[in-house]
């Protein structure tokens, strides 16, 4: 799963190849679901890859309320093309959220340990998502997002089971084209080569999302 991330600096990350400018300055050590994160998704307006603020947790467009029953921040890889919150998105509304790493938390009995997960290479990642447009009878709009999730590679699979679907840069526009071939897209739904990522430990301040600042990714002693 991917239940918080963090966004900050000027690592690399392949914009170039989707011919987008450089993303707005970002600085944000521990972002939680419900908060409007930064995605690149396809346009609806010009058809182009663009930047766009989404909420995290996703509310499909068939839903009676803005807020779902159940949090859906993540969404698993495994029959993503036959739930009925994620079918029409995965087919048509795919985004990607670039990070610079994320947190997993390790679990020995009672205790958690939290991990920072980032790209070895200090680039962003680019996470797998899908995004939907809900609006109400009176009009009230939300534009929202959830990040894919897949089984764990080796690396992962120390701290947790499940883990991001992290893109490779060569798949970037594939991903966004709404008229990609459905079954080109599900193959890019798998865990990353375990030489793309590291881990460390860190502060136990991340858990409380009112805590922010580089603190939270520093390696704990």
């Known amino acids: 799963m991917c239940g918080r991330f963090a966004y900050f600096g000027n690592g690399t990350f392949g914009y170039e190849s989707l011919l987008l400018a450089d993303p707005p300055p970002i600085e944000d050590?521990?972002?939680?679901?419900?908060?409007?994160?930064?995605?690149?998704?396809?346009?609806p307006e010009s058809g182009k890859p663009d930047y766009a603020m989404l909420r995290w947790g996703l509310v499909p467009f068939w839903s009676k309320t803005a807020k779902t029953k159940y949090l859906l921040n993540n969404a698993r890889a495994e029959g993503i093309e036959k739930k009925p919150s994620f079918r029409g998105p995965i087919k048509h509304r795919r985004c990607i959220i670039p990070v610079s790493g994320f947190y997993e938390w390790l679990r020995k009995g009672r205790q958690k340990t939290p991990y920072f997960v980032r790209r070895i290479d200090g680039g962003y990642m680019a996470m797998g998502g899908i995004w939907d447009h809900w609006q109400s009878d009176d009009g009230q709009e939300v534009q929202s997002c959830s990040i894919i999730t897949t089984e764990a590679n080796k690396l992962m699979m120390e701290i947790h089971d499940r883990m991001p679907v992290i893109l490779d840069k060569k798949d970037l526009a594939t991903w966004l084209d709404i008229d990609a071939e459905l079954d080109r897209v599900l193959s890019m739904l798998k865990p990353c080569p375990d030489s793309w990522i590291e881990a460390h430990s860190v502060s136990s301040r991340v858990n409380?999302?009112?805590?922010?600042?580089?603190?939270?990714?520093?390696?704990?002693?």
């Open 29 to 43: 050590y521990n972002i939680p679901p419900s908060r409007n994160i930064l995605t690149i998704r396809t346009s």
């Open 208 to 221: 409380n999302v009112k805590n922010n600042g580089p603190e939270c990714v520093s390696r704990s002693s």
